[in-house]
């Protein structure tokens, strides 16, 4: 019977949106007070009812009932509890039913922070993204409901796919889909500008601590399912441009292009239409992304779902939403108008290339991940685009990109002589020129010219970011007060980048990695380290059988470590899994992966070393602590009498 | 020069690093795309010679052999209307097996032996590429592309 309750909640809470849906923004149209607020408790019942349905699942995976389809398509007795809890986002329907949970959640969040709002504003917010609920309920309703029955009901589960048996995957998607969701609450905010008309800078204010709170998830959503594929799938990658990891760096890069382009709204009140069109864009690309990863035209350990209705479910869904939206925009658009101007050399343009740049990446992404499946649909063959591709194309834009962002950040609103820039800048300038040549040289004995280059421009980026606290640190009596929070955000997330590409251009620089044949006792060296193979002996874990082999790294003759790699054999699925053994360190990573036995108790073996590849995780990490603290700034906090006129912008370097 | 005019030369600066940029991420492009062919299509000269490409089918029963000790393994990959013969040397994919579906990144040799630089297969067990599953199905029908 319970599982039954779970759909009906689903049901109820499908039409709890339709209200939310409807009438809010029914009332804004016509001034009716009355109507307005039923957004908000709409909001709150849709939360319950859809939360009550995901418990319900969660409890069925708990308790084994193998008479619920979904529940013995993924999970077995044998599964550790903490993975059937995991299961229930673990393939298709599940992980629809997390989007809406998570959906429900930011638009519960927008109800209780949108009390300071004008009721009109705040009803047609919730009321759109009471429409977005109503589309991806019905979806799972009419196509992927998690509930079906199966009879008769099987003795045991068919396992959930050992590839997500991790840790990882516990995390990855409620993070991933935090931020991909989250981009809906700025679409939201956008389309209920887009239906008043008017756009002030107070809008701009109310809806950057949403993009940056959305982005913040997807940094780190992306950041952990790299790592992730980094030591589960990869074999020692941590990006593959894959379509599906394209798939959540489009809105990621979308994200970041409106957080810039925000700050120009709110601050100066121009880019308004431009404004409104990224965070449109943004959010189609987060619902493009749905659509390629759960429509199974993509072939990927994310594809479960090889159901054609789904596929076109979501893309009539993508069209209806984004191309509402694009259509109102395009009936609208020209009333938003720009105030006031702004020269060449002024924090302004260094805010409008970013955007072209950040724009130009989105779409190489965007032609190498969606080429193939028009080619595939047209009948012009069956390509596939090659990282090489992704690799060279994406530098073209970001290269330049990261070099500026050192520049603006500097830069003042309006105006700004460019010797004022170059005076303040020619040290850090100087000392990442000085570090980028000598650096690579010192510790790893030698340079190429692209590897030199990454290295000045991520010593650049660290230095311009640290500039401003260490100057006032420095003289902290001509420092009158402390720099703000949100400056202080900025100043991280750039920092973050920074250290994500001197973690980029070394690993992809200095990696060694090497296939070995080995019997016990053969002895290789790979970066300075001597892998000595001790053997292998067979292991029994809770619900698959391995073969281990034992590893001893030497450095200059002195133990580092052992390493343990696995060829496992999940019981249920019969299906081989290979656990790579890592030694992690801030220096440098080493990897040892079990191939195939060759006869005669050699081992075919996939032996890695990875200088600095921590950076990488640890750069998108500072990115999301920079979101957290610019978030933190009280001039987030709603009040009713500050949404008047845009104020006059400070010549400062505050980005705010 | 007056803002406006200082706004277009930084609208012409862009829009000339934009076309100069798009030029260059075209080429990489072209440069980089791999087709996907069945040893029924490599037979009758549809694949390029001078550039790699993917070779997908299922590998042949019994086909697998390796000398001891030797990272080199050879196969023949077959859409069950044709056969290649193929070489890789290295670490396998988990899910490399007889009867499963493959799909092999190379270019073949004077001798007509696909040389292999990577080996892809499919992630889980009920899965087969659409790619394979579709040149299966065209290859038991007869109607060889």
């Known amino acids: 019977m319970i599982p039954e309750f779970g759909h009906f909640a689903l049901i109820l809470a499908l039409g709890l949106a339709l209200i939310q849906a409807s009438v809010p923004l029914l009332g804004a149209a016509r001034q009716r007070t009355d109507w307005m607020v039923l957004a908000r408790p709409m909001a709150v019942g849709q939360f319950v009812f859809v939360a009550a349905a995901f418990v ?5 995976f708990y308790v084994d009932d193998f008479s619920v389809r979904y529940v013995a398509l993924n999970s077995n007795t044998a599964l550790p509890t903490a993975y059937k809890i995991a299961a229930v986002w673990g393939s298709h329907e599940g992980s629809l039913l997390l989007w809406i949970l998570i959906l429900a959640g930011w638009t519960l969040g927008v109800a209780a922070a949108s009390r300071g709002l004008p009721e009109a504003f705040a009803a047609r917010v919730l009321g759109v993204l009471g429409l977005v609920s109503v589309g991806m309920l019905l979806f799972t309703l009419l196509t992927s409901n998690p509930f079906d029955r199966i009879f008769p009901p099987p003795v045991d589960g068919n396992d959930l796919n050992p590839l997500l048996q991790d840790p990882g995957l516990v995390m990855h998607p409620p993070l991933l889909y935090m931020g991909y969701v989250g981009l809906s609450v700025p679409f939201a905010f956008s389309v209920a500008a887009l239906m008043t008309g008017r756009l002030s800078s107070a809008w701009a204010r109310w809806t950057r601590p949403w993009t940056v709170g959305a982005w913040m998830f997807l940094t780190v959503g992306i950041a952990l399912g790299s790592w992730w594929a980094y030591y589960e799938l990869g074999w020692g990658g941590w990006w593959f441009w894959d379509p599906v990891e394209n798939a959540s760096f489009m809105p990621w890069l979308a994200a970041t292009a409106l957080i810039h382009s925000l700050a120009v709204t709110e601050r100066r009140g121009i880019f308004k239409s431009w404004t409104l069109l990224l965070a449109i864009a943004a959010f189609t690309l987060s619902l493009l992304g749905t659509f390629l990863v759960r429509s199974g035209i993509l072939v990927s350990v994310h594809a479960f779902a090889s159901d054609p209705a789904r596929g076109l479910f979501i893309l009539l869904l993508l069209s209806a939403i984004s191309g509402g939206a694009l259509l109102l925009y395009a009936v609208r658009a020209r009333r938003f108008r720009d105030e006031g101007g702004f020269r060449a050399i002024s924090r302004e343009s260094f805010l409008l290339i970013n955007n072209v740049l950040l724009i130009a990446a989105t779409a190489v ?8 499946l028009f080619s595939d649909a047209l009948g012009f063959g069956k390509p596939s685009v090659g990282p090489p591709y992704f690799n060279i194309a994406f530098l073209i834009p970001m290269l330049p990109l990261a070099a500026l962002v050192g520049m603006g950040m500097h830069a003042y609103w309006q105006k700004m002589s460019a010797s004022v820039l ?15 040549v000598s650096l690579p040289w010192l510790l790893f004995g030698g340079a190429g010219v692209m590897t030199m280059i990454g290295v000045i421009v991520g010593c650049w980026l660290v230095l311009s970011s640290l500039l401003d606290p260490i100057t006032r640190a420095v003289r902290n009596r001509s420092a009158p007060r402390p720099l703000p929070r949100a400056q202080w955000g900025m100043i991280l997330a750039h920092l973050g980048v920074g250290v994500f590409i001197l973690g980029v251009t070394v690993v992809s620089s200095y990696s060694i990695e090497t296939d070995a044949a080995a019997v016990p006792g053969d002895r290789r060296e790979v970066g300075g380290y001597e892998f000595i193979f001790r053997g292998t002996r067979d292991v029994q874990g809770p619900n698959y059988q391995a073969v281990e082999g034992e590893f001893e790294v030497r450095r200059d003759g002195r133990l580092v470590t052992v390493l343990a790699p696995q060829k496992r054999i999940y019981r249920v699925q019969q299906s081989p899994m290979t656990e790579t053994a890592i030694d992690a360190g801030w220096r440098r990573d080493l990897l040892v992966a079990l191939g195939d036995p060759l006869g005669d108790g050699a ?6 070393y990875r200088p600095l590849i921590r950076f990488i995780w640890l750069g998108a990490l500072i990115m999301a602590v920079g979101g957290l603290v610019a978030l933190s700034d009280p001039r987030y906090r709603l009040e009713r009498q500050r949404h008047a006129a845009p104020r006059q912008a400070p010549r400062t370097a505050e980005v705010g | 020069m007056t803002p406006r005019r200082q706004r277009m030369v930084l609208v012409a600066l862009v829009a000339a690093g934009v076309i100069l940029s798009a030029g260059l991420a075209l ?47 050879n196969f023949i990959v077959t859409d069950y209307a044709h056969s290649m013969p193929v070489s890789y040397s290295g670490v396998l994919p988990d899910l490399f097996g007889e009867d499963q579906g493959v799909v092999a990144r190379g270019r073949p040799d004077a001798n007509g032996l696909f040389v292999a630089d990577e080996i892809l297969a499919k992630h889980d067990e009920n899965y087969m590429p659409p790619e ?14």
Request: no cysteine.
């Open chain 2, 132 to 145: 394979i599953a579709e040149a299966l199905a065209q290859a038991e029908q007869g109607e060889t592309p």
């Open chain 1, 603 to 608: 081992w075919s073996l996939r032996v890695q």
């Open chain 1, 365 to 372: 992404v965007l032609l190498g991940t969606l080429y193939p």
């Open chain 2, 27 to 73: 080429r990489a492009f072209q440069e980089n795309l791999l087709y996907f062919f069945t040893p029924s299509q490599v037979m009758a000269g549809e694949a390029p010679d001078n550039r790699a490409y993917h070779l997908g089918g299922m590998v042949l029963p019994d086909s697998i052999q390796r000398d001891p000790g030797s990272l080199t393994v």
């Open chain 1, 56 to 60: 319900v699942l969660a409890h069925a």
């Open chain 1, 422 to 436: 170059m005076r303040r800048l020619r040290v850090p300038a100087g000392i990442a020129l000085v570090f980028g």
